[in-house]
């Protein structure tokens, strides 16, 4: 009786090892891309989430915002700080929401473009913290999940060197962040004072584009800003979807 109890006692920490452990792997290539970001020894400047899902079927101008008002639920935003504008006519139909501090701005649209082809657009940049982006990514991946199949989610991280590096340093810091994405140099594009190189992470391995014939997820700025006097860093996932 008493080894029954043990083999019992020891499966049940097997089910607990195996849950916690599943818990700890969500979402955790984008764990490895801060752990790479911090490596870097960048400043952290701002990071940015765009995030978009196509709805297909024939969607009405209320239920375009229930939808907006179920992912403020879900973003822990409330409805009375909350900027809402709309245009909803023949020539165009939209939603448009947004709440904005100093720290943080948070935009959402919603667009019909006709009647099996509508958009839900989220944009969201920070300045303060960085460390919360794995969970708004989960956040916004189940939101737009509820009501579309097909999402597009990019993130991106920026930050700051504060004087002008030289060139080759670039190529150190890239070659770093290429070991520890464990990634693979798809293309670069270079002049006097910017690079950008897209690559393929085996980490990044849910977020794949085609590019030039071949799979990249992974895409890599860096610049110097004569007008800030600093070098300015930016890696994202699949690419950057920003000026810079």
Known sequence: MKTI????????????????????????????????????QAQFKFYNIKA????????TKNEIKDICIDIINDLGLEESNIKWEEKWNSQEKQIYIE???????ISII????????SYIIIDILENKVYKNIVDIYTILEKSLYKYSNVVDISTCIS???YKKLQFDKYN???????????????????????????????????????YLASKINLNIGIRYSEDEDKTLIYIATPIIKLDY
């Open 5 to 40: 109890k043990i083999i019992a006692s020891f499966f049940i920490l097997m089910l607990i090892g195996m849950f916690i452990s599943y818990g700890d792997n969500d979402n955790s290539e984008y764990n490895k891309l801060l752990d790479t970001f911090n490596d870097t």
């Open 110 to 117: 919603g667009i019909k473009k006709n009647s099996s082809e």
């Open 159 to 161: 930050g700051e060197f």
């Open 99 to 105: 709440s904005k501090t100093q720290e943080k701005s």
């Open 52 to 59: 978009n899902g196509l709805i297909d079927y024939d969607i």
């Open 172 to 210: 150190d810091i890239l070659e770093k962040i290429l070991y520890n994405m464990n990634a693979e140099e798809i293309d670069r594009i270079e002049n006097d004072n910017m690079i950008s190189v897209t690559a393929y992470s085996e980490f990044l391995d849910e977020n794949d584009l085609e």
